[in-house]
């Protein structure tokens, strides 16, 4: 069998509108055949990825446009009539159709290529892959320009995505928009089949703004304005056709001559991935809370109509407030209890009444109910796990995917009138979804975004069983989420924790090698936001801008005259892992003093690395010193004695300061080593420093540990007893 994915009424629903009758009644009969071959098995096993790839190129011959027949076109189609063109489209299907074999493919090829009046084909080609990685045939005969063709909300009922490029465009720029197209599907799914609204429908394409059609056309003149001033928001206009659809178009424009920022040197808020999903889209989850939310079955309080809370929600409250009240009963007892009884006997004694539960409180109460019933059930995000017949099975069942965990903790939040979105995040490409329409299948991550009327944000995913409502999810540091049941979409950073928040380890290990030279080898670790500066610094970039980066780096943290060699990325340069990379640095021999058999050397051999001074400076262009953000580090070094020397003495421990905060230091010994560590505590400071030129003058201003000086000695040479 040639792979399948969703299936259900989608192709039905698809084919039926599109083709003539005879056609439909083909995809019907298909569709039948289908579900009665695989009559009694669940549809669950179709749901497997099948990538359809579609590529023609078309042109539309140069006529004009009457005013009557203008009113019956979209405005692309006008458009291409106006301007006459060349193009080129590629679709792109994803778990959407069925493709069993050669007959399925070629009524698929048959329907997924749209044309328009007036339009020619001169090139095509179609490529299908089933779920096991082969390709189905395809049959490669010519398809013959239509006459006519059903009306465009049809049409664009096939397309998941199309590129038009159009020849010279005097205006270079892009035009990106989506259709939103009122409607129903069916799918499949294990055993039923459930209603839901029709995919997202997404176009990117390169228009000629040619002026003679821009007189013709005010729309498009408002949309060349908009390039020239791009607006903070998409523009967006709703469009009822004749036959009573309703069309809602995003479009979001970006000139293509306007330089694209410096990824590095862009203020992290600028870094929000873009994304738009469709009002359908946001719809569709909205009704699976609200599917969620029916199976807690809330009832509404005769009289008043207030919502009452439903059992779990109840007993997720009381369990925290039952629980936080005897805590508070306990110290009230020990204090106020005890102050009052010691003051005055013959007092009356206190009694305690607790406080109701704050926002926060239940908050915390639904989430660790929530943590506590529920495992996760490993299955990708998007594709859906135990999907119960009914809604109040969801609380029958100990094991959802992740998905359906985040659902029904956003639905009992809701309940108990917080306010609460269910949302997704991507831990793959450093936390951000480089595209500005992803479908879902591209994040990996469900959880539910809770908000206070005080404006405190958590972000709370059941899955991590230890963690509480303050600790964000661990994976999720740094990166970027999207609550997507709101109408206006908004990503959102997720905070550092308190412990590892934009942290480092360095270890490293001293050498004094026969030349007299003093070598270190550096081993460093990034977690949090280093972790992806660091690599997009020093890595992503490659070539001479990464030599480029690395060389400013070493000069701003390490004593002057520092040699790098053997610089090695060991890890973390693809996947979402930590950072990590290797190097040699050789420290310049002024740091090493002789006195005879005795060798003094400097403590800024060992704290020789401050990654927080990354901040301060950019490999191409001057920037300000700005460190807004709470920080901790650890560097740990080992000095190896040669053989046949000996510990003089260490530094004591001590404190200093930096720019940025303080830094303890500790030397201690070890079996002949020296051991030295260091641990940096970042204040949150703002010290701008406008110039590159002042950025040395500035770090100069602090103390360092030069004067903290290890020295060693050459034991004498040991005496034979009973020599010659």
Known sequence: MKGVTRAGGVLAAFLLLFGAANAGQKTEKFWDDLLRKYEGE?????????VIDVEYTGEVARRDVSDTERGGLDASR?????????????????????????????????????YWVGQKLTHHSMEIVDRQGKKVPVPADRIEARSAFPHEAEVYRSIKVLVYKLDDPPVPCVVTFHYTIEGEEAFGFQDRVFASALPTYRMEMTYNFAQAYLAQNPWWQDALNTVRTPPDQPVTKTISSAKGEMYQYLWQFKNLKAAAPEPFAAPISDQAPRV??????????????DWYAEGLDPVLEPGDGQRVLSGPVRDALSQFEAARNAELAKQFAETALKDTVAADSAAPAPVFVPEPLTEKEKIAAVFAYVQE????????????????HRPAEVFEVTRLASQDIAGVLVSMLRLAELDADFAVAATTDFGQTLVDYPSLSQFNRALAVARTPDGEVYFLDATE???????????????????????APEWLAVPMSTVARNAWLVQGRVLLDSTGAVRKKIEVTCHGELNRLFREKFYAGGGAAAEEARRVWIEQNFPKGTIVRNWVDER?????????????????????????????????????????QLFAVSADRELPIRLRFEERGEERSIFSLPVGWEIVSIPEDHQYKKPFGLVDTDYGRREGDVTYAMEY?????????????????????????????????????????GGA
């Not at 669940?42 to 099948?50: M, Y």
């Not at 409502?469 to 989420?481: K, R, T």
């Not at 990379?581 to 690395?609: E, M, N, Q």
């Open 78 to 114: 006008a458009a291409s009539l106006a301007l006459g063109s060349r193009y080129t489209t590629i679709n792109r299907y994803t778990k959407q159709f069925a493709i069993l074999n050669e007959a399925g493919a070629a009524a698929m090829r048959e329907f997924v290529v749209p």
């Open 373 to 388: 019933r529920y495992d996760v059930l490993d299955v990708p995000l998007g594709r859906g796990g135990y999907f119960p």
């Open 465 to 487: 069983k230890a963690a509480g409502i303050e600790d964000a999810p661990a994976s999720l540091e740094g990166q970027w989420v999207l609550p997507i049941t709101r109408g």
């Open 276 to 289: 738009y999903f469709s009002p359908n889209f946001e719809s569709n989850w909205e009704k699976l809370l």
């Open 42 to 50: 669940s549809l669950a096993c179709l749901l497997d990825n099948v």
């Open 572 to 612: 973390g340069l693809t996947k979402d892992e930590d950072y990590k990379f290797t190097f040699d640095a050789i420290f310049p021999s002024d740091l090493v003093t002789a006195r005879g058999d005795t060798l003094v050397l400097s403590g800024a051999i060992f704290g020789a690395i401050h990654p927080v």
């Open 681 to 721: 505590r970042i204040e949150e400071t703002e010290k701008p420093v406008e110039a590159a030129g002042q950025v040395r003058e500035y770090f100069e201003q602090f103390p360092k540990n030069a004067d903290r000086r290890i020295v060693i000695r050459k034991l004498p040479p040991v005496e034979e007893e």
